[in-house]
């Protein structure tokens, strides 16, 4: 049986693999639970790595902030 | 292991070595942050609390052995914040003159890391791998991975600026993520 490709999973949660080939894909992961599988893989992948860039994000305001404060402004020297 | 991890970190400190008290302040600045900002404390305690816990971790490494096996230096560290936490609030408290001071605990705080600890903790080693991962990995690849994975551009957009082509750009985004994933499970566990 063939398989949905790793980079046709991402195209497909990219929302950039065509609707017919999405329609095919979706039907295909339907019935493979080895696909269903790899992309619910990936799924996490992405929700991984958007909680990171959540994450970044708030450790880079918690930086600015330091640097804004009176401490930040003393260790810079300004 | 080639790069930096909490253990070389501590034994730099220990040592004395500058760059590595620049390195852990500039890793640890934006954890301690956080944290007083959970607990409501205004600018100046926030820089209080900053100072304070960067003392108190400096006065704990001159017996402090890092022993991964006896506990994690996360573990570790989050008692220092919080406690210093609380000896700031326990001065504010006592400056007011009106509230329980009971609400405060005395004690090291050991209760398990809150979700937002454990998330911003991680954030800080995936900050920390992805620097290593700039370091030596291809600068297209991890260029790559920014664009598409960090900053959320279209995979297309993102092959026509790096001018390669699409199935690039995934095959390259997924060998920045493979490799992050592996840095970041060794600083964890280091």
Known sequence: MMHISDMDLERYLDGVLGKVASFMLERHVNGCAECRARMENVRSERAYLASMRAGLKRLEDADEDVERSSIGRSMSGN | ?190
């Open chain 2, 1 to 190: 292991m080639a790069f930096v991890t909490h253990r070389s970190i501590l034994e730099g400190v220990k040592r004395g070595d500058e760059m590595s008290w620049e390195r852990f302040y500039r890793m640890y600045r934006p954890l301690v942050w956080l944290r007083g900002s959970d607990f409501g404390l205004n600018e100046s305690e926030q820089c209080d609390l900053l100072s304070d816990v960067m003392k108190a971790f400096f006065d704990a490494q001159k017996t402090f052995v890092y022993d991964s096996s006896k506990g994690r230096f996360r573990d570790y560290f989050r008692e220092i914040i919080r406690n210093q936490i609380y000896a700031i609030l326990r001065r504010r408290q006592k400056a007011s003159g009106n509230v329980d001071l009971d609400e405060v605990p005395e004690v090291m705080d050991e209760r398990p890391a809150t979700v937002a600890e454990e998330e911003d903790w991680q954030a800080m080693l995936f900050r920390q791998a992805l620097e290593e991962v700039k370091n030596t990995m291809d600068s297209r690849q991890v260029q790559a991975f920014i664009l598409c994975r960090l900053q959320q551009q279209r995979p297309n957009d993102v092959a026509k600026l790096l001018g390669v082509s699409q199935a690039t750009v995934y095959n390259d985004c997924k060998a920045v993520f493979v490799r992050l994933q592996e840095v970041v499970k060794e600083l964890d566990q280091a």
